[in-house]
């Protein structure tokens, strides 16, 4: 439970069949309705969701576009991911190559008054570099049979009857076999929205909104001598300096950090809150080139509809986000692996899919996976975050050895723990007390007294 606390952190592109006159005449694919043998499914996005969903559904023999708007472009992100995320989805270990999409840190908490140091030195949090990880993952989708059309899709036509197809209006970026900005139209069955914070996809189904986090991020290039104290650490802090609902972070990215941070209550303040990190962190990044500045909504919750019809929102564009850690790269790779093995799995059983269909085999297995974590998460932030008394009383529990065993194996694995009975009862205790002391547990009970139960949406 800490240890989340802590990380916050057609390969053919076109066929020459299918190239467009310099008159720019449009691409189709059509799909026949009910009698049809193959299924064919629009990924929108390419980023660690769409990539995941794809390699599921091409996997799976379905004909899988992948529509990326910006194939070498890199999602601005701290890239903390947990551990079992490697294995989960065969990422290479990590490493200081420029081939190898991680580095490896472990994480240290900081608030204005205390510091806590991590206690199992033989794991660590691999830190991904997003520019490398999200072509891997393409890469990864297109070897299994995934077309990757590289556009930036600009609305999406619904059909009018459940046997019709949607079409996926999107304009072609520049690649060897394509004239940029050639309009194009795509027919097919079924969509999956893994288009990031700013949807397009979510708004052509009408899925509703979320609020949303502003996470600003410098990459600085800091002196060799520097670097060495950041090569395998990464760095939180907490307070109302750095954010007044969120943390500040230093994460390594081999070769240069990433210094960043966020806020939902005071977005307008992000620069004066990135200042603040940069002033804790001064002398250890002094000399430091800054290489690129990066900002980017983070969604807070997700969204009142995620299927409709026969589309259905993965990753960001879903709105799974963890409230606290900031964490979404795991659950949009795994939203988007589930939601296309639940379209694949329907076709094979079924021979058609429907919305009822991924209201059950995606959403419901996904909501009953993890509603709860994420409702709790939201708690803790509400808890720990709200005042310098709730944050001092984080860090404080974060030194705790036992705190950072639990936390390490629910973080980083993503599963709980068997802790010691007594060890747990200790902790129980430790944990009111602080919040307690914090002047926030009665006030945040109440609240959620009053709100009742329910998906915060
Ligand atoms: C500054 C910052 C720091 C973060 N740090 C962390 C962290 O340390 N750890 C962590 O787990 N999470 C972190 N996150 C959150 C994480 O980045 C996201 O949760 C994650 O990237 C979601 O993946 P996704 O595939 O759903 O969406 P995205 O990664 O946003 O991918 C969406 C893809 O869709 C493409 N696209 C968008 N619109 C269109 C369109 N109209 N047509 C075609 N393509 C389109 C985009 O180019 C992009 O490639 C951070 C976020 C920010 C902003």
Not at 15 to 44: D, G
Not at 217 to 242: C, F, N, T, W
């Amino acid at each position: 439970m800490a240890s989340i606390l802590l990380h916050h952190p057609c390969h053919q592109l076109l066929t020459a069949k299918h190239q467009p006159s310099p008159k720019a005449r449009r691409f189709a694919v059509r799909a026949s309705s009910s009698s049809r043998s193959a299924l064919r499914v629009a990924v929108v996005g390419g980023g660690p969701a769409g990539a995941s969903a794809a390699e599921a559904l091409a996997s799976a023999n379905i004909e899988t576009y992948l529509i990326e708007r910006s194939p070498s472009g890199a999602k601005p992100c701290g890239g903390a991911i947990p551990l079992c995320m490697l294995e989960e989805f065969s990422i290479p270990r990590p490493s200081s190559t420029a081939a190898s999409p991680a580095c490896a840190s472990s994480p240290r908490p900081t608030s204005p008054s205390t510091s806590a140091r991590p206690s199992a030195p033989h794991e660590h949090i691999p830190m991904l570099r997003r520019e490398v990880l999200d072509s891997f993952l393409r890469s990864r989708a297109e070897s299994k049979g995934a077309r990757l059309l590289s556009g930036l899709v600009t609305s999406l036509t619904l059909p009018s009857s459940p046997d019709e197809p949607y079409t996926i209006n999107y304009v072609s970026s520049p690649t060897d076999n394509s004239i940029a900005g050639t309009p194009r139209s795509l027919e097919v069955d079924v969509v999956v929205g893994a288009d990031g914070a700013n949807s397009r996809v979510a708004k052509a189904i009408d899925a509703g909104s979320y609020t949303s986090a502003i996470a600003f991020q410098e990459r600085i290039r800091l002196p060799p001598s520097k670097m060495d104290h950041y090569e395998d650490l990464a760095e939180m802090y907490v307070g109302g300096d750095v954010s007044p609902d969120f943390y500040g972070w230093v994460f390594p990215k081999c070769d240069h950090v990433a210094v960043g941070t966020g806020t939902v209550v005071s977005k307008p303040d992000i620069k004066k809150y990135q200042a603040g990190v940069r002033s804790r962190v001064e002398p250890k990044i002094a000399g430091g080139e800054v290489i690129k500045v990066e900002a980017h909504p983070i969604p807070e919750h997700p969204r009142p509809r995620r299927v409709r019809g026969r589309v259905a929102l993965v990753g960001d564009a879903a709105g799974y986000v963890t409230k606290c850690s900031g964490e979404g790269i795991y659950f949009a790779a795994k939203s988007g692996r589930m939601c296309g093995e639940a379209i694949a799995r329907t076709w094979e059983r079924k021979g058609v899919v429907r919305e009822e269909d991924l209201m059950r085999e995606y959403l419901r297995k996904w909501d009953d996976g993890y509603s709860v974590m994420f409702r709790f998460l939201d708690l803790l932030q509400k808890v720990f975050y709200g005042s310098d008394v709730g944050r001092e009383a984080l860090v404080e529990l974060c030194g705790d050895e036992y705190v950072q065993r639990m936390t390490f194996d629910s973080y980083l694995y993503k599963k709980m723990a068997a802790g010691v009975w007594w060890k747990d009862l200790g902790l129980g205790c430790r944990t009111v007390g602080t919040l307690i002391k914090a002047g926030v547990l009665g006030r945040e009970m109440e609240k959620l007294g009053r709100s009742g139960p329910g998906v915060d949406q």
